[in-house]
């Protein structure tokens, strides 16, 4: 079946560090892969998203590049913020398929 | 523009006790959904719809029931609480084409705690 592994957190950076979150997938074809955020309080939305392999979404400064050949689709971000501090969601929607399933949830926090 | 638009933000039930989380859009998305997110577990489908008058089971769906009579509503029963349905439970939809048709769209989340 489906599925997304994400690295578990929380993951404490200073702000201006560099951000690695990384995320696998299982797929049986060839899925749509995502990134959502959720800031505290609030619901999903999404950061950024790639649709076929190396394809490469951005955001806001953050990149993900969607790598058939290793099942990943890693988020970066080159200096992150105060405001970066969030929960980051993988998720993967296979073709033709109705469910997008999401990876466990990876917390960011961010130190001044 | 409202989007997913969900109620109530917070409940508080007692063990045995039933209600209703209402889910309505306004973007003419013909799939909605409902996950619950626990810690550690992040989202897990409940029920899912990809049109009026059908639906269909997720991963999690025992003690919840949905129905969809129009394109905009997608309620969520609980018919008799329980504690282990104390979440935060978020509905979504997205429409099924299009090139947005992958994107899901969250409300902003309902907090239920079962006493």
């Known amino acids: 079946g489906n599925s997304v592994t994400q690295m578990e957190g929380p993951v404490t950076l200073s702000e201006e560090a560099f951000l690695t979150i990384n995320c696998t997938y299982t797929a049986t074809g060839y899925p749509s892969l995502f990134w959502y955020v959720q800031y505290p309080g609030e619901g999903l939305q999404l950061l950024l998203k790639a649709t076929k392999a190396d394809d490469k979404g951005s955001n806001k400064g953050f990149e993900a590049t969607y790598r058939k050949e290793t099942t990943s689709f890693h988020l970066e971000k080159g200096s992150v913020q105060v405001s970066d501090s969030a929960v980051y969601f993988c998720a993967l929607l296979n073709t033709g398929g109705f469910k997008t399933i999401f990876g466990a949830g990876t917390r960011l926090f961010v130190k001044a | 523009n409202a989007g997913v638009t969900q109620t109530p933000k917070f409940q508080v039930l007692k063990t045995g006790q039933s209600m209703t989380l209402q889910c309505a859009q306004d973007m003419n998305h013909e799939y909605m959904s409902w996950y619950r997110q626990d810690p550690g577990m992040g989202l897990r489908l409940i029920h899912y719809?990809?049109?009026?008058?059908?639906?269909d089971q997720g991963e999690v769906p025992n003690g919840y029931n949905v129905s969809r009579s129009t394109t905009e509503d997608f309620p969520l029963r609980l018919l008799s609480a329980a504690p282990s349905q104390t979440s935060v439970y978020f509905c979504?939809?997205?429409?099924?084409?299009?090139?947005?048709?992958?994107?899901?769209?969250f409300g902003e989340g309902s907090w239920l705690t079962v006493v």
């Open positions: 719809s990809v049109g009026a008058g059908i639906t």
């Open positions: 979504a939809s997205r429409p099924l084409e299009g090139n947005s048709g992958n994107t899901i769209y």
